[in-house]
Structure formats: C-alpha cells, structure tokens
C-alpha cells in the first residue's frame, strides 16, 4: 500500500483495500484495446521502461524530459509502473515553445507535475484499463479513461499502441501530451464564479496560505448562494477581525485532508475534518448529502486537492445540520 492509501485508510477507516486498487477489474475486452502483440512474450524483457523508451524509435523528447526532470532513478526503480507515454510528435504539437521552456532547470517542478501525470502505479494491461474510468497517477490527480467504438482515450489523448513490456512495468502509447491541473485550491476558487464569498473567507481567516500548500486537501465548498441563505449579518459578522478564530473554525470543518474523490468519500461514510469534527456522507433519496448539505459537484481537481460543491455551509457545532441551503443550481453527480 503507498503513501496515499495508508493516509485514506487512515482518514477514512470505512474505505475499503479495494476501492483504492488501481487494477482491479480482469475481464477481457472486446477488440477495442487489445494487446498488440498479440500472444505473450515467453521471457520477461530485460530492459527497464527508461531502457525501452531510449531503445524505441519516437520517445526522443519523452526520454529528455524524464532526464531533465531527474525521474530516470525512479523509473528505473522496482515499481512496477505503466507509463502512458506521448510520442515526439504529442510533444511537438504542443504550443511553440513550450517543450523548451519545459525543460528548462528552473521549471523542474512543473516538468515533475506533468510526467507523473503520465505514469500509474501498477502494472495496468491493455484488458484491465479498457474497464476502468479512472485511474491514480504518480502526480496524485486522476486520469479520465474514455472507451468508444473508436478506440480508448486517457484524458482525451488517444491510446496509439498497448503492452509494451519492460522489466519493471508496462508502456502504452498515446497521440497527445496529458497536463494536470496545475491552479492550487485557493486560486481555483478564486477563478470560480460561484465561490467570491469563499474566497473572501478564506482570506479573512488567514487560511490562504496554509490551503496553497503541498496538502493534499479535499474541500467540501459551499456556493456563494449557500452564504447567501445564512441570516442576515452573519457573513458580514464572520468577516470581521474579532471572529476569525471562529472563521477560521467553520472553514477547517469544511476542509478534510488528503485528496478524496467522490467515490471514495462515500464508500468511507464519514470524514475527520481539519477542525477535528467529523462530516457523515450519505446518500439519501438519491441524493449525496455531507451533513445537510448536497453535493451538486464534484471531483473538482486543484494540483494540491479536490474540491465537491454544497449547497449549503456546514457548522461545528451542529454537526447533523447546515446553518441554510438553496435548491441545488446543478444535478448531484452521484
């Protein structure tokens, strides 16, 4: 078990092994995705995944970006790992300029963020992808994987090429460079037209800095309509200087650490929030709730977290309840 899913357990006791596997589906696909080489190699290859990229013809830039971003160690290591690997051209097709400026020393860290992007941990075969919708990467964010009677698309790039074997892991090719979201928390909602009072809470709180850190948080954010619904005076109270421990309060009970998507919060049933009390995540009439609150969006990805959207702002000290709530703007994902 990684980092990431000791810390899930760890939060959410409820969440079972098997909603964290990144492999967990066996069923063969139907032609779609099938393995080209089409029967199995009788020796396990020799050459590790940095090894069979250099060795193969179309992953110069790839194999330069792995170098500049100093991930050549980890992806020699034991692993094992799929990299779903753009070809030169996916990074050719990029803005001009952006490959060079990418690989420059000081843009190491955001070189980092994208590779991993690009690489899972497990070995993930061509018939074990075609069932998910997702999977974990490396970079901590989710992938989207999409299966049509085209073909298979991972964040909206297109799989070229399947099961190529290395000694520690697998490759799978694809026709477009895949980029994480790379806003933190705080400046996502800021850049969210429904989260202005949010923000402004954040601020007055002094939490902004600590929710721009590394975290990773998840964030249960209620709209600007469900501070609206609050009694008259209470944002314009809870702005003021003398209640920002109380702000403060009430925001960290919004706030869960580490990085949990919608799935996995519900499986858990409840969380242990940054403020110490815990939320319950139910569905009920078909609805996902967070204490008395719906959930109308979620999965919102940050680089450092994810953000679900309420309907209404959670209190402390009425841990069963919402201190107001509008009708949902938007359909529960669930």
Not at 22 to 36: E, N, Q, R, V
Request: aromatic letters at 4%.
């Amino acid at each position: 078990m990684n980092g990431l899913q000791t810390n899930l357990t760890k939060w959410f006791p409820g969440l079972c092994a098997t909603a964290l596997a990144l492999t967990l589906p066996m069923a063969a696909p139907s032609g779609a995705f099938a393995d080209h080489h089409g029967t199995k190699d009788a020796e396990k290859p020799k050459a590790d995944i940095v090894e069979t990229a250099v060795a193969a013809d179309g992953f110069n830039t790839l194999v330069a970006a792995v170098q500049a971003a100093g991930l050549v160690d980890a992806l020699k290591g034991e692993g094992p790992f799929t990299v779903f690997a753009p070809t030169d051209e996916a990074f050719a097709a990029l803005p001009e300029g952006t490959v060079e400026t990418l690989l420059k020393p000081e843009n190491k860290e955001l070189l980092v963020s994208i590779l991993t992007y690009h690489v899972v941990s497990g070995k993930v075969k061509a018939k074990n992808v075609v069932e998910l919708d997702h999977a974990e990467t490396l970079n901590g964010q989710r992938v989207d994987i999409e299966v049509t009677d085209a073909g298979v698309k991972v964040d909206g790039a297109n799989v070229v090429a399947t099961d190529i074997k290395a000694s520690n892991g697998i490759i799978h090719v694809i026709d477009a460079v895949i980029l994480p979201e790379s806003k933190d928390l705080v400046d996502l909602a800021m850049a969210h037209e429904d989260f202005n009072t949010l923000g402004a809470a954040v601020g007055a709180a002094g939490l902004a800095e600590a929710l721009r850190g590394e975290g990773p948080f998840t964030i249960f954010a209620p709209t600007d309509a469900a501070f609206a619904a609050l009694p008259d005076g209470t944002v314009e109270g809870l702005l003021e200087p003398g209640a920002k421990d109380q702000l403060a309060g009430i925001l960290k009970y919004h706030v869960v650490p580490g990085r949990i998507y919608s799935d996995q919060a519900l499986k858990a049933g409840s969380a242990t929030t940054l403020e110490g009390g815990d939320l319950k995540i139910v569905v009920k009439d078909g609805v996902a709730m967070v204490n008395g609150a719906k959930i109308v969006q979620t999965d919102i990805e940050a680089a450092n977290g994810v953000i679900h959207v309420i309907d209404g702002v959670l209190l402390p000290s009425a841990k069963d309840e919402v201190a107001a709530s509008k009708p949902a703007s938007k359909p529960s994902a669930y």
